[in-house]
């Protein structure tokens, strides 16, 4: 589809060549490691590295900084990254705490400021305009989310109706009453919402939103498909996480080929998970951020364990920063098998190519010698299970070269009946690796 007519561009620093934005970013990061060397962590980093902030004169030197994790955050409970005095603490945020404590982050008047701007910066690039109505469907609290966004739709100057999450009928007369022309939440929550209205009598299409800006969790082309039918909207991915700034780190354009990152603000590494060393643009790999013009928290190659690939060639829009694509995992869910990294993610894909082939399946890895082996459990589907040999034998081989494809290395491969498999309330548990040590491979 084409960018919008109306599409503009929010800040001019978007389209700095790239050769002075690693100028801006070479100046910004020096600052900024002076700033965070003033927090015990980050000055015990430094020393660790047997470094100055001072002998950072290249971004390549940002390397040699060890990386920071959600754990050293979590040690530093509740705030002990601040680089800044309590008394300038403008606003403090938190990511839940699904997994032990939350984590805070603060922010001063000016981080306020540059985040609310890097929001307007990819609502604006995704064509909000100062006449609309939107409708924020985020929880507004501690989650990034519901302010972020709110804050930067303010600074575009349109206008908002700040729904909040929950209570989906309400939001469904909300939005037939007040017709807005943008919706902003989770996207599974924007199908959650077509799938109430049509429960309470409402076509969703008839709604009358034009767009929405979608994000707080991973998506993929297929949800985008459904929410543009389902909504009859143009959707737009964003992304970002509290640690980080929050939502604003990145967001699509026009184009919707990848989401720009904010480089000016923000400097993008895409490492290998296990060896920490960068891949390829194009390559899956770890998205590490380095915050450039946080004052109260800055951040120093921070781990965001989210898996995307980046994309540095010209996009149409004009726009320079680097693209990153969908986040298509964690790395934590990641297992290598003879060397070679494998997503569940990359199974899935597979999958969905090979028709009869249902999307559960487990993979089981052992090392019964000194070589990894891979067993990949696949469930047929019902209609598709069948007596005939043959036609089994061929199901398998078209998985087994789908994956092999995918992954590059051959597993075995095991049909199994339709729901043979099971299924679990929460995550499904899809690896289940017998290696000692849990299988770093290698
Ligand atoms: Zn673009």
Redesign the pocket.
Known sequence: MAPPAESRVWDPAELLPRDRLAGLQLDRLRETLVRAAGTPFHASAFARAGMAPADVRSLDDLRRIPVTTKDDLRAHYPLGMLAVPRAEIARIHGSSGTTGKPTFVAYSRADMQVWSGLCARFLV?GGLRPDHLVHVAFGYGLFTGGFGLHQGIERVGAGIVPVAGGNTPRQVTLLSDLRPDVLVCTPSYALHIAEVARAVGFDPRDLGLTSGHFGGEPWTEEMRLEIERELGIQAFNNYGLSEVIGPGVSG????R??M?VAEDHFIVECLHPATLLPVPDGTVGELVFTSLTKEAMPVVRYRTRDLASLDRSP?????TGA?MSRVVGRSDDMFIVRGVNVFPSQIEEALLRVEGAAPHYVIEIARPGTLDEAVVRVEIRPRDFSDEMRQMVALRDRIDHEIHSITGIRMTIELVAPNALGRSEGKARRVIDHRKGGGSGG
Do not use: S
Not at 252 to 255: D, R
């Open positions: 690039a699509e354009c026009g184009a080929a990848g720009h996009c149409p829009c004009g726009r693209r």
